[in-house]
């Protein structure tokens, strides 16, 4: 993602040990904010690792996490009319 003027790297990825998902967005190889999603508690943490991030970069990086971190919560029927 571009915020002004600079190409922010977004990398979704799992974590076995910490069992769980996160996306990370990072700056020329170094990591800015991590959000995790763990698959234990079903709860979304934010770790912001870069200092004076702009607002801008925050927001765009909450929502895509909510985008790409929860799980798709199937109907208890799994789609079965039953």
Known sequence: MEIDGRIYK???ASDLD???MYLEVSLADEV???VFY???TNKITVTCL???LPLELLEA???K???LLPPINLPKD???PN
């Open 18 to 20: 910490r069992d769980g």
């Open 50 to 52: 870069g200092v004076g």
């Open 32 to 34: 800015l904010i991590e």
């Open 38 to 40: 763990s698959d234990v």
């Open 65 to 67: 996490s909510r985008e």
């Open 78 to 80: 799994n789609g079965n």
């Open 61 to 63: 990086t909450l929502m």
């Open 10 to 12: 977004c990398v979704r």
